[in-house]
């Protein structure tokens, strides 16, 4: 199994302030590496896959980084919106497994 | 507009099973890549399994394995998951979530799409 790593556990910002999270996979392959934002009581939301490719509807302050085997999300200038909880994955090669990391809130300062 | 409506909150006791099913619309499931990540309260997300299109397989995580079961019914569009043999710290909030990308009709190594979720207590 894939084993993730997540860096800091939480984080508390200002609207404005820019914020990096990192993630640690056990095997490093960008195409099957994801990043999304939850809010409390709701489903999950796809913010990045493929380390760096952002999807549709997504703001353009949300940006996917890698170096290696570390995973980056990086929100430029935070807005009261994306206050929430983050969460990397990473698939397996073969077959087809995911994993997820254990989660970075991000809360008001 | 795909849509994923799961069924609602069920409670059951210890050593039980419960069925979730995910229904589609605006799609054709078998078109989506059906998946179920499950998450306790307070907790983070935890994958159960799905299907893969590179092997047409349904794959489940090992930790499941024996206890899990992910069908689709192609004529009401709607994906299930069972699990059977439950204990009370799978008290969880299950997802259903798809590989697709709609809008490209890529396969992601990623979830798109997520149903609402569906409520599980299980408690004696």
């Known amino acids: 199994d894939i084993q993730m790593t997540q860096s800091p556990s939480s984080v508390s910002a200002s609207v404005g302030d820019r914020v990096t999270i990192t993630c640690r996979a056990s095997?490093?392959?960008?195409?099957?590496f994801a990043w999304y934002q939850q809010k409390p009581g709701k489903a999950p939301k796809l913010l990045i896959y493929?380390?760096?490719s952002l999807q549709s509807g997504v703001p353009s302050r949300f940006s996917g980084s890698e170096s290696g085997t570390d995973f980056t999300l990086t929100i430029s200038s935070l807005q009261p919106e994306d206050f929430a909880t983050y969460y990397c994955?990473?698939?397996?090669?073969?077959?087809?497994?995911?994993?997820f990391g254990p989660g970075t809130t991000v809360d008001i300062k | 507009q795909v849509q994923l409506v799961q069924s609602g909150a069920e409670v059951k006791k210890p050593g039980t099973s419960v069925k979730v099913s995910c229904k589609v619309s605006?799609?054709?499931?078998?078109?989506?890549?059906m998946h179920w990540v499950r998450q306790s309260p307070g907790k983070g997300l935890e994958w159960m399994g799905g299907?893969?299109?590179?092997?047409?397989?349904?794959i489940y995580a090992q930790k499941f394995q024996g206890r899990v079961t992910m069908t689709e019914d192609t004529s009401t569009e709607t994906a299930y998951m069972e699990l059977s043999s439950l204990r009370s710290d799978e008290t969880a909030v299950y997802y259903c979530?798809?590989?697709?990308?709609?809008?490209?009709?890529?396969?992601?190594?990623?979830?798109?799409?997520w149903g609402q979720g569906t409520m599980v207590t299980v408690s004696s």
């Open positions: 979530a798809t590989r697709r990308d709609i809008l490209t009709g890529d396969w992601l190594d990623a979830f798109d799409i």
């Open positions: 605006g799609h054709t499931l078998t078109e989506l890549s």
């Open positions: 299907f893969n299109p590179e092997d047409g397989k349904t």
């Open positions: 095997q490093g392959f960008s195409s099957w």
């Open positions: 493929r380390a760096s």
């Open positions: 994955q990473q698939a397996n090669s073969f077959p087809r497994g995911f994993s």
